[in-house]
């Protein structure tokens, strides 16, 4: 496929807040891509290059970009440019730096003007095509003529876009096939919240009222005595989890694969900070604090795929195969038991309860009304919009976060786009402060010598005591005393796309 073709569709999505219109634009375009090019295409289009992360900061794709001159005529293929990118993701040693650059340069002045700001675009996770994942599933299933809820269980389950998109291209019959695969993660299913647990039961029914643990989210899969263990963002850390392994291993289980949480516990049973736990998955970290594997979810066990099947089948399940590492909670519909259970939760030192309504069936990848969290202070996932030089005591730091809210259908802004939402430094720890300030530089997109304004990637959980009225910002929300609680990032990474929506916040006004 010529490169300008996927260009002047990224052009047409960034033209259109229609959805019904982004369809049509994304399933004419992928009817025109072979299957062998479309995994790289659609990592082009979305900004999410099929090769991860190769060394190509802001300044580098600039200056590269900026050294080019623009060919007069469209040349280039989606080939063409997946080919360089393959190139530039191989190189490493003494002068990979230099033969790094000369590549890029050369790639831009093979690029029209137009190619070239896609390129840049691209490459630095700037898209602004409103062509986000749920849309791209919604073309999909137009251009290969299957039904919608088909194509999303399989982007679901095998948890790849761009892989489905391929086997759809390649093969539409073969998605009906496709399923759970024991050692291949699945995009785990999300959860809504509520302000407490009256208001969540009448969202869900009859629900398993659970402990919310404080811990980093895990999916483990066993196949014999081969056990990986994945993150929330699907990573394998299987290698710096030994204990976990050992647990999946003792079960009384062939096969199987678990959702839960792990967390670091002091000697007495009670939680130990978040910090402390995430800090076991470092590479080199220590191994003699030792990480404690809790599930409250099993989705296959013994060739058998369980996520179509009712929570309560599914519980049984893991109370057959794993009593010991249950997460505790009780089924109920009465508020008064749900309270009960969510004071015990935070006696215990965890953060609250999630709610699930008992006849759910697993919806990966999906957030709805079935799981829904319950916390007593209000967490919110935004995203870092910029930051502020520190003064006085932390002079040399970056230090004052601007915080945003995702604006999906574009209700204050561009579509997909991100609106401001407060300011905050307070949570903010020494190693926090140190962190920033060698970290948001590589997402830099403009300094006016005040302040640094970031690409919209890096997501920070921040607790909040509430929102008001605001009129100083475009949402007409301004969070009430917002502190930093952690990062989601490496093991706990969660993507911007995944952030809270100021939907979400200006709910609390009312």
């Given at each position: 496929?010529?490169?300008?073709?996927?260009?002047?569709?990224?052009?047409?999505?960034?033209?259109?807040?229609?959805?019904?219109?982004?369809?049509?634009?994304?399933?004419?375009?992928?009817?025109?891509?072979?299957?062998?090019?479309?995994?790289?295409?659609?990592?082009?289009?979305?900004?999410?290059?099929?090769?991860?992360?190769?060394?190509?900061?802001?300044?580098?794709?600039?200056?590269?970009?900026?050294?080019?001159?623009?060919?007069?005529?469209?040349?280039?293929?989606?080939?063409?440019?997946?080919?360089?990118?393959?190139?530039?993701?191989?190189?490493?040693?003494?002068?990979?730096?230099?033969?790094?650059?000369?590549?890029?340069?050369?790639?831009?002045?093979?690029?029209?003007?137009?190619?070239?700001?896609?390129?840049?675009?691209?490459?630095?996770?700037?898209?602004?095509?409103?062509?986000?994942?749920?849309?791209?599933?919604?073309?999909?299933?137009?251009?290969?003529?299957?039904?919608?809820?088909?194509?999303?269980?399989?982007?679901?389950?095998?948890?790849?876009?761009?892989?489905?998109?391929?086997?759809?291209?390649?093969?539409?019959?073969?998605?009906?096939?496709?399923?759970?695969?024991?050692?291949?993660?699945?995009?785990?299913?999300?959860?809504?919240?509520?302000?407490?647990?009256?208001?969540?039961?009448?969202?869900?029914?009859?629900?398993?009222?659970?402990?919310?643990?404080?811990?980093?989210?895990?999916?483990?899969?066993?196949?014999?005595?081969?056990?990986?263990?994945?993150?929330?963002?699907?990573?394998?850390?299987?290698?710096?989890?030994?204990?976990?392994?050992?647990?999946?291993?003792?079960?009384?289980?062939?096969?199987?694969?678990?959702?839960?949480?792990?967390?670091?516990?002091?000697?007495?049973?009670?939680?130990?900070?978040?910090?402390?736990?995430?800090?076991?998955?470092?590479?080199?970290?220590?191994r003699e604090q030792v990480l404690a594997p809790r599930f409250f979810d099993v989705l296959h066990v013994d060739g058998e795929d369980l996520i179509d099947r009712p929570l309560a089948e599914r519980l049984a399940v893991l109370e057959r195969i794993g009593p010991a590492y249950r997460i505790a909670g009780e089924?109920?519909?009465?508020?008064?038991?749900?309270?009960?259970?969510?004071?015990?939760?935070?006696?215990?030192?965890?953060?609250?309860?999630?709610?699930?309504?008992?006849?759910?069936?697993?919806?990966?990848?999906?957030?709805?009304?079935?799981?829904?969290?319950?916390?007593?202070?209000?967490?919110?996932?935004?995203?870092?919009?910029?930051?502020?030089?520190?003064?006085?005591?932390?002079?040399?730091?970056?230090?004052?976060?601007?915080?945003?809210?995702?604006?999906?259908?574009?209700?204050?802004?561009?579509?997909?786009?991100?609106?401001?939402?407060?300011?905050?430094?307070?949570?903010?720890?020494?190693?926090?402060?140190?962190?920033?300030?060698?970290?948001?530089p590589e997402y830099e997109v403009s300094d006016n010598g005040w302040a640094l304004m970031m690409r919209p990637e890096v997501v920070v959980e921040v607790a909040i005591d509430g929102v008001q009225r605001s009129s100083?910002?475009?949402?007409?929300?301004?969070?009430?005393?917002?502190?930093?609680?952690?990062?989601?990032?490496?093991?706990?990474?969660?993507?911007?796309?995944?952030?809270?929506?100021?939907?979400?916040?200006?709910?609390?006004?009312?």
């Amino acid at each position: 496929m010529p490169f300008a073709r996927l260009v002047e569709a990224a052009d047409a999505l960034a033209a259109t807040r229609s959805r019904t219109a982004k369809t049509e634009v994304l399933a004419g375009l992928l009817r025109a891509l072979s299957p062998e090019e479309s995994e790289a295409a659609v990592g082009l289009l979305l900004g999410s290059i099929r090769q991860g992360s190769i060394g190509l900061g802001y300044r580098t794709v600039l200056g590269a970009r900026d050294a080019a001159t623009p060919a007069d005529a469209p040349t280039l293929t989606v080939g063409d440019v997946d080919a360089v990118l393959d190139e530039i993701a191989g190189l490493s040693g003494s002068g990979s730096v230099g033969t790094r650059h000369a590549a890029l340069v050369s790639l831009f002045e093979r690029a029209t003007e137009a190619e070239q700001e896609h390129l840049v675009r691209a490459l630095t996770g700037e898209m602004r095509t409103g062509a986000l994942e749920g849309v791209l599933t919604d073309g999909l299933a137009k251009a290969v003529g299957l039904p919608l809820a088909d194509v999303r269980r399989a982007v679901m389950l095998s948890g790849s876009l761009s892989g489905t998109v391929r086997l759809a291209l390649s093969s539409p019959e073969a998605l009906e096939g496709v399923g759970l695969g024991v050692l291949t993660p699945v995009q785990p299913m999300l959860a809504s919240t509520a302000a407490d647990v009256t208001a969540a039961l009448l969202v869900t029914g009859e629900a398993s009222v659970e402990h919310k643990l404080d811990g980093a989210r895990i999916q483990v899969h066993r196949s014999g005595s081969e056990v990986r263990v994945y993150t929330r963002s699907l990573a394998d850390v299987t290698s710096r989890v030994p204990e976990i392994v050992e647990v999946a291993r003792a079960l009384p289980v062939e096969s199987v694969i678990l959702d839960g949480e792990t967390l670091m516990l002091d000697d007495d049973g009670s939680p130990r900070p978040f910090q402390d736990t995430m800090s076991r998955f470092g590479a080199d970290e220590s191994r003699e604090q030792v990480l404690a594997p809790r599930f409250f979810d099993v989705l296959h066990v013994d060739g058998e795929d369980l996520i179509d099947r009712p929570l309560a089948e599914r519980l049984a399940v893991l109370e057959r195969i794993g009593p010991a590492y249950r997460i505790a909670g009780e089924v109920t519909a009465d508020p008064e038991v749900a309270l009960r259970v969510s004071q015990d939760a935070l006696a215990a030192g965890h953060e609250g309860v999630m709610v699930k309504a008992i006849d759910s069936t697993y919806a990966a990848g999906r957030r709805g009304k079935h799981w829904v969290k319950v916390k007593p202070v209000h967490t919110y996932d935004l995203v870092v919009l910029g930051v502020e030089r520190g003064s006085g005591r932390r002079k040399g730091w970056l230090s004052n976060l601007h915080l945003g809210a995702r604006d999906p259908e574009g209700e204050f802004g561009p579509e997909g786009g991100f609106v401001m939402v407060g300011k905050t430094f307070k949570g903010l720890t020494d190693e926090l402060l140190r962190w920033q300030s060698e970290t948001f530089p590589e997402y830099e997109v403009s300094d006016n010598g005040w302040a640094l304004m970031m690409r919209p990637e890096v997501v920070v959980e921040v607790a909040i005591d509430g929102v008001q009225r605001s009129s100083r910002y475009p949402g007409g929300v301004a969070l009430r005393f917002a502190r930093v609680k952690r990062y989601r990032v490496g093991a706990d990474a969660k993507p911007a796309a995944e952030a809270d929506t100021i939907q979400s916040l200006r709910t609390m006004l009312r």
